[in-house]
């Protein structure tokens, strides 16, 4: 992976890093290793070796696939080569991480690793002709010792072109890269109605996009550009537009007959902390701010006009109860506030009814809770399980205590529920009333005494509410 400029040295680096560590491609990450490094932290990591020892730039990492015949392994022993080759080969002197795709009819694995030493601060540096020397001896001894088919190391010197071919066929792993490209392509053309989201998509998966005479794709990891129009005819430009308007993922479900099933899907969201000046640019900030270059941003001024906010909402919400009740005079602000005094009345004895009566159903409920408590044991010993047998002999107990009280275990559950349900709505149910009473109790306080007022007063005198307008409401 080499250098993306000093925005970011290790924008390569860190997308392979994240491709082969795609949990679907992974069987939720069960197929993944690390070595000096942890998978999660591998980048962060690495970047630190190499500030360590001060080579943040030029060739950041190396990325190997190696891909094993179709139907002749499994993951799990994939994973032992690989995790074999790395002990060999790298000799556990670099920070890798390594991981099984078994996503495709060939099963391969991946293997990205930093270009800075954590032993001794050393850069990798690849020589030609060291594929023949070492690595693929090392793999070819490997596959032998499994009892898997090896790669025949021949003399390229007679036939200059076939060698490159070779080469560069066992460098780029192009017939696992074409396998893993036309996959991640049906999944961008199935999931977007428009060519243009389509290049979208496949850039967020770590794609590099060349649009030309052809369209050409660069996976992360891959050396070189790959022409879609070489991997099928349904991959050319012209195709995929095609193919766009036409698929979609309902058609793709019906045609494969998949029943598909909500589940819930982990996100996993990376956070990079914000860098800490070094104690030189803090030094040169305070001599910039002393000079006068850096204005101290003023602190904000909104605590002064705290009160009146305040002061704006409750007159909001005044304005919006005169409004939904109706009120044009004091005559009718008394009448409305009385209404609203019986009405909390009401939800009051509405809600007492409703305590009476769940407070009947008691015994029943702490019996359910205490069965609720050993419902897993149950279950487990139902399963075959004998070490819970005790538990499974006080839920028979209190399953008997159920049944003479005449209910089951699941109608207490559904009835506690119920009540749970009326208890919550006859809650909200006072708040609200209680709420437009104290607001109109506000309103009442604020009101001037002019000749409304003093008629009012009489009203409240004659029907005794007096002393409810006053007293604030428990």
Same mark, same amino acid.
């Given at each position: 992976?080499?250098?993306?400029?000093?925005?970011?040295h290790g924008r390569h680096l860190?997308?392979?890093?994240?491709?082969?560590?795609?949990?679907?491609?992974?069987?939720?990450?069960?197929?993944?290793?690390?070595?000096?490094?942890?998978?999660?932290?591998?980048?962060?990591?690495?970047?630190?070796?190499?500030?360590?020892?001060?080579?943040?730039?030029?060739?950041?990492?190396?990325?190997?696939?190696?891909?094993?015949?179709?139907?002749?392994?499994?993951?799990?022993?994939?994973?032992?080569?690989?995790?074999?080759?790395?002990?060999?080969?790298?000799?556990?002197?670099?920070?890798?991480?390594?991981?099984?795709?078994?996503?495709?009819?060939?099963?391969?694995?991946?293997?990205?690793?930093?270009?800075?030493?954590?032993?001794?601060?050393?850069?990798?540096?690849?020589?030609?002709?060291?594929?023949?020397?070492?690595?693929?001896?090392i793999t070819n001894r490997l /596959?032998?010792?499994?009892?898997?088919?090896?790669?025949?190391?021949?003399?390229?010197?007679?036939?200059?072109?076939?060698?490159?071919?070779?080469?560069?066929?066992?460098?780029?792993?192009?017939?696992?890269?074409?396998?893993?490209?036309?996959?991640?392509?049906?999944?961008?053309?199935?999931?977007?109605?428009?060519?243009?989201?389509?290049?979208?998509?496949?850039?967020?998966?770590?794609?590099?996009?060349?649009?030309?005479?052809?369209l050409a794709v660069r996976p992360?990891?891959?050396?070189?550009?790959?022409? /879609?129009?070489?991997?099928?005819?349904?991959?050319?430009?012209?195709?995929?537009?095609?193919?766009?308007?036409?698929?979609?993922?309902? !058609?793709?479900?019906?045609?494969?007959?998949?029943?598909?099933?909500?589940?819930?899907?982990?996100?996993?969201?990376?956070?990079?902390?914000?860098?800490?000046? !070094?104690?030189?640019?803090?030094?040169?900030?305070?001599?910039?701010?002393?000079?006068?270059?850096?204005?101290?941003?003023?602190?904000?001024?909104?605590?002064?006009?705290?009160?009146?906010?305040?002061?704006?909402?409750?007159?909001?919400?005044?304005?919006?109860?005169?409004?939904?009740?109706?009120?044009?005079?004091?005559?009718?602000?008394?009448?409305?506030?009385?209404?609203?005094?019986?009405?909390?009345?009401?939800?009051?004895?509405?809600?007492?009814?409703?305590?009476?009566?769940?407070?009947?159903?008691?015994?029943?409920?702490?019996?359910?809770?205490?069965?609720?408590?050993?419902?897993?044991?149950?279950?487990?010993?139902?399963?075959?399980?004998?070490?819970?047998?005790?538990?499974?002999?006080?839920?028979?107990?209190?399953?008997?205590?159920?049944?003479?009280?005449?209910?089951?275990?699941?109608?207490?559950?559904?009835?506690?529920?119920?009540?749970?349900?009326?208890?919550?709505?006859?809650?909200?149910?006072?708040?609200?009333?209680?709420?437009?009473?104290?607001?109109?109790?506000?309103?009442?306080?604020?009101?001037?005494?002019?000749?409304?007022?003093?008629?009012?007063?009489?009203?409240?005198?004659?029907?005794?509410?007096?002393?409810?307008?006053?007293?604030?409401?428990?």
């Amino acid at each position: 992976m080499k250098d993306s400029g000093s925005g970011f040295h290790g924008r390569h680096l860190r997308r392979s890093i994240n491709y082969i560590l795609n949990p679907d491609k992974t069987q939720d990450g069960r197929l993944i290793g690390g070595v000096n490094c942890q998978p999660d932290m591998a980048f962060e990591q690495m970047k630190e070796t190499k500030r360590k020892f001060g080579k943040v730039d030029q060739r950041q990492g190396y990325h190997i696939v190696l891909s094993f015949k179709e139907g002749e392994i499994t993951p799990d022993t994939a994973f032992e080569i690989t995790e074999k080759f790395i002990e060999q080969y790298l000799r556990n002197k670099y920070e890798v991480v390594f991981s099984v795709h078994d996503n495709t009819d060939h099963i391969h694995s991946h293997i990205v690793f930093n270009s800075v030493s954590c032993i001794d601060g050393r850069k990798y540096h690849y020589k030609k002709g060291d594929w023949e020397k070492e690595i693929q001896p090392i793999t070819n001894r490997l /596959c032998e010792e499994y009892g898997l088919s090896i790669l025949e190391i021949g003399d390229e010197k007679s036939d200059p072109d076939r060698g490159y071919q070779n080469w560069s066929v066992n460098r780029d792993g192009a017939f696992v890269w074409s396998d893993m490209i036309k996959r991640d392509l049906d999944a961008c053309i199935l999931q977007n109605n428009t060519f243009d989201d389509f290049l979208v998509m496949l850039k967020d998966k770590g794609y590099e996009i060349k649009q030309g005479k052809y369209l050409a794709v660069r996976p992360p990891g891959m050396s070189r550009f790959k022409r /879609c129009k070489s991997i099928g005819d349904e991959y050319s430009e012209e195709r995929i537009r095609q193919r766009i308007l036409e698929e979609d993922m309902s !058609s793709y479900l019906k045609n494969q007959q998949i029943e598909v099933k909500p589940q819930i899907v982990r996100c996993r969201v990376k956070r990079y902390r914000r860098g800490k000046m !070094s104690g030189m640019q803090k030094r040169y900030y305070a001599k910039l701010y002393r000079i006068g270059m850096l204005k101290k941003k003023p602190y904000s001024q909104v605590y002064q006009y705290k009160d009146d906010i305040r002061k704006m909402h409750k007159l909001q919400q005044q304005y919006l109860f005169l409004a939904r009740h109706d009120v044009k005079s004091s005559v009718e602000l008394a009448a409305t506030i009385m209404n609203l005094t019986d009405k909390r009345k009401e939800v009051s004895s509405e809600k007492s009814k409703i305590y009476r009566s769940q407070k009947k159903f008691e015994t029943l409920f702490q019996i359910a809770e205490d069965m609720t408590a050993l419902k897993e044991c149950e279950n487990t010993y139902q399963n075959g399980d004998n070490f819970f047998e005790e538990e499974h002999k006080q839920w028979i107990g209190l399953e008997q205590q159920l049944k003479s009280l005449g209910y089951t275990y699941e109608e207490t559950v559904e009835l506690k529920n119920y009540y749970r349900k009326l208890c919550s709505e006859i809650s909200q149910k006072e708040k609200a009333v209680v709420k437009e009473l104290n607001i109109g109790k506000s309103i009442w306080k604020d009101t001037e005494k002019d000749e409304d007022t003093k008629v009012l007063e009489d009203i409240i005198e004659k029907e005794k509410i007096k002393e409810t307008v006053k007293q604030p409401v428990r």
